[in-house]
């Protein structure tokens, strides 16, 4: 099944100040999270991002905040998103029911999220070149547990290119910056 911007919302998870340093390729990870942000934001895709205990982390990167434009920010104290008081609700509350998740780590909040959503009758793609751990081990073995539980595995560019479906328009021209 292909991914629809009409049925998607993009969820980051925990790419913080602190955290990120000891991320590898957190370069890559902080820049395609921040790419889906601003097609997100573009295509009106709502997106929301999370912020694991920020006194102890830190807050998101500047390059997501930056990103952000109007997602929505929140802070919690549980791995996993979905347990988080309320958030499940405010998921739910947007109608849409394909969630594009990325963030660090892959084996921990990432991975606990994407249960808890699955748990919760959402679509859940995971974006790989958007995702990692410190350990590039625990990141692949994250994913391999995923796809078993039946999580999409994809990459920035199939999200980008799945929520546009079509070359010659005037949104596939002012994403070209996003894909380039």
């Known amino acids: 099944m292909l991914i629809s911007r009409d049925n ?47 006194r102890g982390l830190g807050p998101s990167l500047p390059a997501i905040r930056d990103a952000a434009g109007e997602a929505h920010f929140f802070e919690k104290t549980h791995f996993s998103c979905a347990a988080e008081p309320g958030i499940l609700d405010q998921l739910l509350a947007v109608g849409r029911r394909q969630i594009i998740l990325t963030g660090t780590e892959t084996h921990v909040c990432v991975l606990q999220t994407a249960c808890g959503l699955l748990e919760a009758d959402f679509q859940v793609y995971l974006v790989a070149d958007a995702s990692s751990s410190r350990a590039p081990a625990s990141k692949e073995t994250a994913i391999t547990r995923l796809r078993a539980l039946g999580v999409q595995v994809v990459t920035t560019e199939m999200v980008l290119f799945e929520w546009l479906r079509r070359a010659a328009t005037d949104e596939f021209r002012a994403m070209l910056p996003l894909i380039k």
């Open 8 to 54: 998607a919302l993009l969820l980051i998870v925990d790419i913080q100040e602190k955290l990120a340093p000891a991320i590898h390729e957190t370069e890559t990870v902080t820049a395609n999270s921040a790419r889906l942000l601003h097609a997100a934001a573009q295509l009106a895709v709502p997106a929301f991002v999370s912020e694991q205990y920020v």
